[in-house]
């Protein structure tokens, strides 16, 4: 499917500040199964990029605004062709990947809740093996059913735990659980952040507001083979309605948007996102 994606963010204060550093991972991502055909990133006021490729693979641009302002706009417009289902072969990981996607990360803690809930939908094989493809399944499922989906009760600094606990969330929390439920169980698992494209006539009541159509879900890495793709706030496999943005251990590692500035002004953040085809 070609999806075209308008991403704006707009930084308002409440009076002048001297600086700002503002990093952004808004370029789709390029794979065998995703090719991000055009991107371009506009600025206001206009603005000198530097980039480069973070330790996941993801496009990373960043801005240093010096002089005193009071907005900045960033405008991100991409061109995505993706696939009906998406697996990304790779049979083996480097040794820090394989430590990465395994141990707890800032968002996925481990504890005896997350662990108990990945115990409970494991999957044996016949000779008594973790069926890897089929726990990870049974595991999007659950996530699926144990939480709500609800914006308004956690934030974004809420952690797997936590969401498990409160029954409730949104996409973030969704994938968090899930990947705290993987780990829990020795899967490899790595957060992903994108976009979902919603047609206006064909809403699911998980689905993310139209204008703010940022999204998450989670890879799932099988041993020997690669990586599938798992959306738990659907209980779905990656389709061409995915946008693959950025990839990391949580979402810690992905923020569309992440910055600091100087000055004692009061910062407000506008958001708004349209993907189309």
């Known amino acids: 499917m070609r999806l ?58 960043f801005f240093d605004l010096i002089s005193p302002h009071q907005s900045l706009i960033l405008t991100s417009i991409s061109e995505v062709y993706t696939v009906s289902r998406y697996f990304l072969p790779q049979a083996e990981l480097s040794p820090l990947d394989l430590h990465d996607y395994r141990v707890p990360s800032p968002y996925v803690p481990l ?14 094989t ?67 952040s994108g ?17 703010l159509a940022t999204h998450a879900w989670v890879d799932v890495h099988l041993p020997g083979q690669g990586w599938i793709s798992l959306d738990p706030t659907h209980n779905c496999e990656q389709s061409e309605r995915h946008v693959r943005l950025a990839i990391g251990r949580d979402y810690t590692d992905v923020p569309p948007t992440r910055g600091v500035y100087k000055g004692s002004a009061k910062e407000k953040m506008k958001v708004r996102v349209r993907v189309f085809n």
């Not at 997350?114 to 409970?120: I, K, L, N, R, S």
């Open 195 to 211: 976009y979902l494209y919603v047609a206006v006539n064909n809403r699911q009541p998980n689905d993310p507001d139209p204008d």
């Open 111 to 124: 504890g005896p809740a997350v662990q108990a809930f990945g115990q409970a939908h494991t999957v044996m």
């Open 4 to 61: 075209q994606i308008e991403h704006t963010t707009q930084f308002e204060y409440d009076m002048p500040i001297t600086e700002a550093y503002t990093e952004v991972r808004m370029r789709p991502l390029n794979d065998d199964m995703q090719r991000c055909h055009t991107f371009e990133m506009v600025t206001d006021p206009d603005l000198n990029e530097s980039r480069y490729t973070d330790r996941f693979g993801n496009d990373v641009r």
């Open 126 to 192: 016949a000779d008594g093996a973790l069926d890897v493809r089929a726990t990870a399944l049974s595991l999007m499922t659950a996530t699926y059913r144990a939480l709500k989906y609800q914006s308004g009760v956690t934030d974004v600094s809420t952690k797997a735990d936590q969401a498990l606990a409160l029954g409730a969330g949104v996409c973030q929390d969704f994938a968090h659980v899930m990947l705290a439920a993987c780990r829990s169980v020795g899967i490899l698992a790595r957060y992903v």
